[in-house]
């Protein structure tokens, strides 16, 4: 609970707006010294990008999302549009949402309305990722071109791939959520299988033997360590929820942290 609101998140505010008294959980860094001293009791600056954050939030649905030992990791990408939407309209903030694969699906108009959140996570239900590819690249270039406002972003995938969000970083606000099964991090030897790329929908055959996993690990390691060195580049907070987790309270720790 900050002050009066229920949110996971606060903007950090750049356009002076007005003065108020202070409010238990209030950021002390935004005390108005000189005000207190006048008045002889706590004030706090209030900025406009504190009293309405633009809350943008991507799913990022290719082929891979369609995957999970406990849960698919489409349906915890759905709880985690969930809990931002809900959090964004309980503290009058507009919460947009947009699909993304290869393309742009839908991008809902702002809104701060909770039937929003609800249409968001039943077009993350009715969408079918199975043969679609993820474009970052693709995903970047819509968002720049889109977005004209800055925004509280939210990108929500499993985030293997080419990845370059520096352009996004530079304008907005950008917070990565990283959907994983712990099967696929470390997996166990199957032996000889006959398996499908959900991605692009092509059948292959393999003996997933421990040095065909040994590569695949590495690759991945590979991918991750490229990852997190660039979102500390560019300033991107990031988070990572398995489908096992809780979603909800996997995201309030980290977002409480920071």
């Known amino acids: 609970m900050l002050g009066n609101n229920a949110s996971l998140f606060q903007g950090e505010g750049f356009e002076f707006s007005e003065l108020r008294e202070y409010i238990y959980g209030d950021d002390v860094r935004k005390i108005d010294w000189k005000t207190t001293a006048k008045l002889g009791k706590p004030f706090v600056k209030i900025y406009k990008e504190e009293r309405e954050l633009n809350v943008v939030v991507i799913s990022l649905l290719s082929g891979s999302t369609y995957f999970g ?11 985690v549009v969930a809990t931002l939407g809900f959090s964004a309209v309980k503290n009058s903030d507009l919460f947009s949402h947009m699909i993304f694969a ?15 959140v609800h249409r968001a996570v039943e077009d993350i239900a009715d969408f079918d990722p199975l043969g679609k590819e993820a474009d ?3 995903l970047v270039d819509t968002l720049v071109n889109r977005l004209k406002k800055k925004a509280l972003l939210f990108i929500v995938s499993d ?26 991090e ?20 393999g003996d997933i033997n421990r040095g065909t996993l040994k590569n695949y690990k590495k690759a991945l390691h ?7 060195k660039q979102f500390k580049k560019q300033g991107i907070r990031f988070t990572k929820v398995f489908t096992h987790e809780d979603s909800t309270l996997k995201l309030m720790k980290k977002m409480r942290s920071v």
């Not at 470390?186 to 055959?205: A, V, W």
Request: aromatic share 12%; charged share 35%.
């Open 69 to 79: 030992t406990v849960k698919q990791k489409s349906d915890v990408i759905a709880e």
């Open 102 to 116: 290869d393309k742009m699906y839908s991008f809902s108009k702002a809104s701060k309305k909770l039937f929003s």
């Open 136 to 138: 970052f690249s693709a």
């Open 159 to 184: 985030f293997v791939g080419e990845i370059d969000m520096k352009l996004l970083a530079k304008k907005h606000d950008v917070f990565a959520v990283i959907v994983r099964d712990r099967f696929e």
């Open 186 to 205: 470390n997996p166990s030897e199957l032996g000889y299988l006959r398996l499908i790329d959900m991605e692009t929908k092509q059948s292959f055959e």
């Open 222 to 228: 590979e991918n991750d360590d490229k990852l997190y």
